[in-house]
């Protein structure tokens, strides 16, 4: 594939023209929805083909996302028009690993004692009744992830579920996370029915709980394409290339060069040589924390201050072939115990059959690290060797039926909410609202957590409301706010 894909015939006339740093699905698809609008669209994507880690890879002849990426019922229309019928719609179920077993989600009594039995589960379930009992008498908010989550679950829970798990993914102790990291999450469940269980019913679900174990009702409903998340991304790169839509590859942002509150041009380089994009309006993806040390001239110091505040976790994927014909019947299980290095693993042939073969299964491994850890590929042989040693021990199989065929680093993949980030946040914020012709969205270029493909999709919906306006962008999103849908 070449490093870029500009149209043969250069798009001339009045068309507006759209400038997009990183073709990730945010950028792809934001990209998409400019064009039907009449721009004209080029994407700068730093990697050798677009899509972000909304991709699949082939291994031996099977399929591997980077990650579990679903798609949900509100945004259905969106991706048959993009895939048609090779969208098909399934039934998910989700999971623990706790104490060498697979526990539904969510972590409610009746799932605990499906799995768990009985006797282990009253203390659990005592803890969690008494800890709702005294949440309904606080007044005060809840300081830290550890406080909301023994508000919610209970003391015991926590401890078991939640205490050793947070540190996994974002590199904090629980009492240095934010709130958000959980009230993010949650809302995703409470958006999609996974805690209807706990929630909604209470401890009355039990016996019903227990009646429809396997049936549909329990279960996410959600849709995924034939042959991998990728298809949606490939059919995008598809409809921007016939609109005439120029997608740079292997092309790094050097700067962004902005004088009396504009984006005057992205400078560029390609493997062609340096290059200056200019458009009317330039939507970045990147991580904010990136367009911030990119821009020219430089920002004001505290600006930059809290743009180093702000960080990633970097993510390993490990992508294995194992001897059987499936480990699990859950798309994804997450892994609580400090025991178990990864803090997930899913396989693709849940989502797909033909993600695998009859006799072997794939999974991918997750590991998450930070920046001190050195280079990915210092500290990969060492990641793997806990994570097969781990893997054969919760499944009870011989590390010989396990074989590596690939390992991924995503750089960017969860901001980190340490207490206080919202004010660094906020201060980025501020420094951006005054650019009415740059826009920042996006998983990354927002700093979200938890920002699904969905929550994109919706995202974009309020940046083309402010290009549509017409009005100025403090205008429009009347105060900075941190967890504003863009900046």
């Given at each position: 594939?070449?490093?870029?894909?500009?149209?043969?015939?250069?798009?001339?006339?009045?068309?507006?023209?759209a400038?997009?740093?990183?073709?990730?699905?945010?950028?792809?698809?934001?990209?998409?929805?400019?064009?039907?609008?009449?721009?004209?669209?080029?994407?700068?994507?730093?990697?050798?083909?677009?899509g972000?880690?909304?991709k699949?890879?082939?291994?031996?002849?099977?399929y591997?996302?980077?990650?579990?990426?679903?798609?949900?019922?509100?945004?259905?229309?969106?991706?048959?028009?993009?895939?048609?019928?090779?969208?098909?719609?399934?039934?998910?179920?989700?999971?623990?690993?706790?104490?060498?077993k697979?526990?539904?989600?969510?972590?409610?009594?009746?799932?605990?004692?499906?799995?768990?039995?009985?006797?282990?589960?009253?203390?659990?379930?005592?803890?969690?009744?008494?800890?709702?009992?005294?949440?309904?008498v606080?007044?005060?908010?809840?300081?830290?992830?550890?406080?909301?989550l023994?508000?919610?679950?209970?003391?015991?829970?926590?401890?078991?579920?939640?205490?050793?798990?947070?540190?996994?993914?974002?590199?904090?102790p629980?009492?240095?996370?934010?709130?958000?990291?959980?009230?993010?999450?949650?809302?995703?469940?409470?958006?999609?029915?996974?805690?209807?269980?706990?929630?909604?019913?209470?401890?009355?679900?039990?016996?019903?709980?227990?009646?429809?174990?396997?049936?549909?009702?329990e279960?996410?409903?959600?849709?995924?394409?034939?042959?991998?998340?990728?298809?949606?991304?490939?059919?995008?790169?598809?409809?921007?290339?016939?609109?005439?839509?120029?997608?740079?590859?292997?092309?790094?942002v050097?700067?962004?060069?902005?004088?009396?509150?504009?984006?005057?041009?992205?400078?560029?380089?390609?493997?062609?040589?340096t290059?200056?994009?200019?458009?009317?309006?330039?939507?970045?993806?990147?991580?904010?924390?990136?367009?911030?040390?990119?821009?020219?001239?430089?920002?004001?110091?505290?600006?930059?201050?809290?743009?180093?505040?702000?960080?990633?976790?970097?993510?390993?994927?490990?992508?294995?072939?194992?001897?059987r014909?499936?480990?699990?019947d859950?798309?994804?299980?997450?892994?609580?115990?400090?025991?178990?290095?990864?803090?997930?693993?899913?396989?693709?042939?849940?989502?797909?059959?033909s993600?695998?073969?009859?006799?072997?299964?794939?999974i991918?491994?997750?590991?998450?690290?930070?920046?001190?850890?050195?280079?990915?590929?210092?500290?990969?042989?060492?990641?793997?060797?806990?994570?097969?040693?781990?893997?054969?021990?919760?499944?009870?199989?011989?590390?010989?039926?396990v074989?590596?065929?690939?390992?991924?680093?995503i750089?960017?993949?969860?901001?980190?909410?340490?207490?206080?980030?919202?004010?660094?946040?906020?201060?980025?914020?501020?420094?951006?609202?005054?650019?009415?012709?740059?826009?920042?969205y996006?998983?990354?270029?927002?700093?979200?957590?938890?920002?699904?493909?969905?929550?994109?999709?919706?995202?974009?919906?309020r940046?083309?409301?402010?290009?549509?306006?017409g009005?100025?962008?403090?205008?429009?999103?009347?105060?900075?706010?941190?967890?504003?849908?863009?900046?």
């Amino acid at each position: 594939m070449s490093s870029s894909d500009m149209p043969a015939e250069a798009n001339r006339g009045a068309r507006q023209k759209a400038v997009i740093l990183g073709g990730g699905f945010a950028g792809l698809w934001i990209g998409y929805q400019l064009q039907k609008e009449g721009y004209q669209v080029e994407i700068l994507e730093q990697d050798k083909t677009p899509g972000g880690i909304l991709k699949t890879i082939t291994k031996e002849g099977f399929y591997f996302d980077l990650g579990p990426h679903i798609f949900l019922e509100p945004h259905v229309p969106h991706y048959r028009d993009l895939v048609g019928d090779d969208l098909r719609r399934i039934n998910g179920f989700y999971g623990f690993g706790f104490r060498g077993k697979e526990i539904p989600s969510p972590i409610s009594p009746a799932n605990l004692i499906k799995t768990l039995g009985v006797a282990a589960t009253i203390p659990l379930t005592a803890s969690m009744v008494w800890a709702r009992a005294k949440a309904a008498v606080h007044r005060d908010a809840p300081g830290n992830v550890e406080e909301i989550l023994c508000r919610r679950f209970g003391a015991r829970i926590y401890r078991y579920f939640f205490r050793d798990y947070v540190p996994k993914v974002t590199g904090l102790p629980c009492t240095e996370v934010s709130v958000d990291w959980f009230t993010e999450r949650y809302r995703f469940y409470q958006e999609h029915n996974l805690w209807k269980e706990t929630v909604r019913k209470g401890l009355g679900t039990l016996r019903s709980a227990a009646r429809k174990r396997h049936t549909e009702e329990e279960g996410l409903t959600l849709y995924y394409p034939r042959r991998g998340a990728a298809m949606i991304t490939e059919a995008l790169v598809g409809r921007i290339r016939e609109q005439g839509g120029c997608i740079r590859l292997e092309t790094t942002v050097d700067r962004v060069a902005v004088a009396s509150d504009r984006v005057e041009h992205v400078g560029y380089t390609s493997p062609e040589g340096t290059g200056k994009a200019q458009g009317d309006i330039v939507i970045s993806t990147i991580p904010v924390t990136s367009l911030i040390d990119r821009m020219w001239p430089e920002v004001p110091q505290e600006t930059r201050a809290a743009s180093t505040a702000l960080s990633f976790r970097r993510l390993a994927l490990f992508f294995c072939i194992v001897s059987r014909p499936r480990l699990s019947d859950k798309i994804q299980i997450y892994f609580p115990e400090a025991r178990y290095p990864f803090k997930r693993i899913y396989e693709p042939k849940n989502l797909d059959p033909s993600m695998g073969t009859a006799q072997t299964t794939g999974i991918c491994v997750e590991v998450c690290f930070d920046g001190k850890a050195g280079s990915f590929a210092s500290v990969r042989d060492e990641m793997y060797e806990s994570v097969l040693g781990g893997v054969a021990h919760f499944y009870r199989i011989r590390p010989e039926e396990v074989s590596l065929v690939a390992a991924i680093e995503i750089p960017h993949a969860y901001a980190i909410y340490e207490k206080g980030y919202e004010r660094h946040l906020g201060t980025l914020a501020r420094h951006l609202i005054r650019y009415d012709n740059l826009v920042s969205y996006g998983r990354q270029g927002s700093f979200r957590y938890n920002h699904l493909v969905d929550r994109v999709i919706d995202a974009s919906g309020r940046v083309m409301e402010f290009l549509r306006s017409g009005t100025s962008k403090k205008a429009f999103l009347k105060d900075a706010h941190p967890k504003s849908e863009f900046f």
